[in-house]
């Protein structure tokens, strides 16, 4: 979830337009009768909108990285960043202190990690001590 935090605003676009331009199968019935359904398409498309599981999903986790992220101090919002939201990581936890990235032991950097991934699965609620 963290390495597809950067990208999270596209894959709620993408599902958003899915649900909105469902695919259709072509109809090869023509002329049957007339359908008794009373069409609100704007309606349908909201309520569809609010039950989409996998777009609220989305959208929880969104906001669940993004309140984490942003009410961490400074050097843990590095270490998230240069760990998991780089597309293509430079350092390793090790690296991180070694090439002064953020002028923290290797031991405070693993514990700041540990405290920002527990917020966020508490945030989530998927965290049982």
């Known amino acids: 979830m963290l390495k597809d935090y950067p ?14 331009v469902p695919h259709r199968e072509i109809d090869e019935n ?11 398409p ?9 039950a989409d599981r996998r777009l609220n999903m989305l959208e929880r986790e969104k906001k669940a990285v993004e309140k984490c992220f942003f009410e961490s101090n400074f050097e843990t919002q590095m ?8 597309k293509y990581r ?3 936890l090790e690296g991180l202190n070694y090439n002064h990235v953020v002028s923290l032991s290797v031991r405070t950097i693993k514990r700041l990690k540990s405290e920002f991934l527990n917020n966020l699965a ?8």
Do not use: A, H, W
């Open 30 to 40: 023509v002329g049957g009768g007339k359908s008794s359904k009373i069409s609100k």
């Open 7 to 20: 990208d999270m605003d596209n894959y709620i676009k993408k599902r958003k337009e899915e649900i909105m």
């Open 90 to 92: 430079t350092y390793t």
């Open 122 to 129: 508490n945030e989530l609620e998927i965290y049982e001590p």
């Open 42 to 50: 704007q309606e349908t498309m909201m309520v569809t909108l609010d």
């Open 79 to 86: 270490i998230i960043k240069e760990l998991y939201f780089k």
